[in-house]
């Protein structure tokens, strides 16, 4: 298999065996890593520019205040600390409407959560954020400060 692999790259031009490289390179970088956080920062990756909240990102929140902390990054901080006591449900579907333009809220363009951007960030304090601290590892290497 190996060896047909090669020879179907040989066939290929430079710039088609560059995209197969990009793709295959991109699929062995492990989400979170050293290396992931390092080239993310390095080549000002946007990721707003591939992903959009889904059903799975709303199914996965569960965390009241993560929810009420993103409900402040895309209603505002008045919006969200009138709902702080909200159940996560209510919270979410705030945030569905903000993003969306429903419901009388302002629509909110290319939001990412905070873990999901370049460089990465927390919404808490709590610690034990796996992508923070490997960020934390490289952050010298490429942030003069």
Request: aromatic share 8%; proline share 3%.
């Amino acid at each position: 298999m190996p060896r047909r692999f090669f020879g179907l790259l040989l066939a290929l031009s430079d710039a088609d065996v560059m995209r197969v490289l990009t793709i295959v390179m991109a699929e062995t970088l492990a989400a979170g890593s050293a290396v992931t956080e390092a080239l993310g920062n390095h080549l000002n990756v946007d990721i707003g520019a591939y992903w959009q909240p889904d059903d799975a990102f709303f199914d996965l929140l569960r965390d009241r205040e993560i929810a009420n902390l993103i409900l402040a990054d895309v209603a505002g901080k008045h919006v969200a600390d009138g709902n702080v006591s909200e159940k996560v449900k209510t919270q979410k579907k705030i945030i569905r409407d903000c993003l969306a333009g429903e419901n009388g809220r302002q629509k909110i363009d290319n939001w990412l959560p905070r873990w999901m951007k370049f460089p990465v960030e927390s919404y808490t304090n709590r610690g034990g954020f796996r992508t923070a601290d490997q960020w934390a590892k490289v952050r010298s290497l490429l942030v003069s400060e």
